[in-house]
Structure formats: structure tokens, C-alpha cells
């Protein structure tokens, strides 16, 4: 009985086929099957580390120290600046911006101060000697007023943007001067915030270490 041997296509011409045994046939004409089967296999791994990896949903935003720009703002703006003071452990400033002090005179000064707060809900402060009828609705993303907020003696006006999810107090200074708290932070946060704002008087030197900063002591405590 003759041993039959696996089929081949046809040799191109001038060529002569090339035989071989069944066991190489089959690994030469099966290996692309496993090599699939791994490469699954392999992703199929690679998807399940990545499952029960921890990873961080949100971005840690970085601490900034704001003692220069509340230096400039004090000693340069057409206004007295306000600051906070005492601020309990936990209110962490991650952001702050000055603009209109740029060599142009006459234009509105504002101050941005954005903080972390201690339930990692967002906080900032808002304040600018621009017109209160734009300046107030602009941050606070809101034109209508949902009541008032008494905070340290003083009345906020609430305001509310719920596709935003949006909360801010907002109050406007005799002088003209608005000051706006807003941010993810429930009213009650954004209270103890406004609740710290304190006039800076103008002159002094650049601290690196500001008496307005939430590590600071304030400076009736100050050795």
C-alpha cells in the first residue's frame, strides 16, 4: 500500500514542488489559526490588568502661591482689594489671575482667586471694579437672583445655574466694586469663603509667605 502525501498546488513553471512530511504540513498550514488564538488571548490579559488597575478620575489640580498677585492688586488697583483670611485647613488655592493692570489706564481691574475646597468641590473669588450690571451676571452665568445670604454681617445676593451646576454669592461695594464667590461648592462653602474677605491695605513688601494665604496665620496672630 502506498503512502499518500498531502496535496500541493501547482509549482510555478520552471520550478519543482518541494515535498514535505504531514507533520510540517500542518504546522505550516495551521500556525496563522494559533498565532490568532494567542494574540485574543494576549488582549484579552492586557484588557484585564487594565480593569483592576486603580487609576485617578480626576486631575490633581497644583497649589499656587498667590502673594504677588495680591501684592500688585493691593499696591496698583484703582480700588481697595479684598482678600481671605483664616481660611480653615483644607482650602487649597490651585489658581490666580490679574487683569487690567497691563499699562492700560482706565479699563475695569479684576482679580481671579480659585481654591479647592476642603470637600473637593471648587471655590473662587471674583472682584472687579467693572460695571456690576455686566460684571455680576457674567460670572455669575446668571441675570436673576434666587434670594439673599446674610454672611458676616454683610448681605449676598444667590444666584443658582443648573446646567453649569453652578452656585455664587455676589455683592456690590459702595464704591462700585463687585465681588462674586462662585463655584461647584455647595452655599454653605462658598459662605465661609466670603465670610473671610478682608480689605489689604495698600504698600508693603512682596511676601512669598501672604498673610491672606490659608497656611498663613493672620496678622493679629503673627509673632
Do not use: C
Amino acid at each position: 500500500m502506498t503512502e499518500k502525501t498531502p496535496d500541493t498546488e501547482p509549482a510555478p513553471s520552471g520550478q519543482e514542488p518541494i515535498p514535505v512530511s504531514p507533520g510540517v504540513h500542518k504546522r505550516l498550514t495551521s500556525g496563522l489559526g494559533g498565532f490568532t488564538l494567542a494574540m485574543g488571548a494576549s488582549l484579552i490579559l492586557a484588557l484585564m490588568i487594565y480593569v483592576v488597575t486603580p487609576r485617578a478620575d480626576e486631575q490633581i489640580l497644583p497649589t499656587v502661591d498667590y502673594g504677588s498677585q495680591l501684592w500688585v492688586m493691593r499696591n496698583d488697583a484703582p480700588f481697595t482689594v479684598r482678600a481671605p483670611e483664616g481660611l480653615p485647613a483644607g482650602w487649597r488655592p490651585t489658581s490666580s489671575r490679574v487683569h487690567g493692570l497691563d499699562g492700560e489706564d482706565g479699563g475695569p481691574v479684576a482679580w481671579h482667586l480659585g481654591f479647592v475646597t476642603p470637600n473637593d468641590h471648587y471655590a473662587a473669588l471674583e472682584q472687579s471694579n467693572e460695571k456690576a450690571s455686566e460684571y455680576v451676571p457674567r460670572m455669575t452665568n446668571s441675570s436673576k437672583p434666587l434670594g439673599t445670604m446674610r454672611v458676616a454681617g454683610h448681605t449676598w445676593k444667590k444666584y443658582h445655574r443648573a446646567d453649569k451646576k453652578a452656585n455664587s454669592l455676589a455683592r456690590t461695594l459702595p464704591g462700585g466694586v463687585s465681588l462674586v464667590v462662585t463655584g461647584t461648592a455647595p452655599y454653605e462653602e462658598l459662605a465661609v469663603l466670603a465670610g473671610s474677605l478682608k480689605e489689604q491695605p495698600k504698600g508693603g513688601g512682596l511676601n512669598g509667605s501672604s498673610p491672606a494665604s490659608p497656611s498663613a496665620p493672620a496678622a493679629d496672630d503673627a509673632p
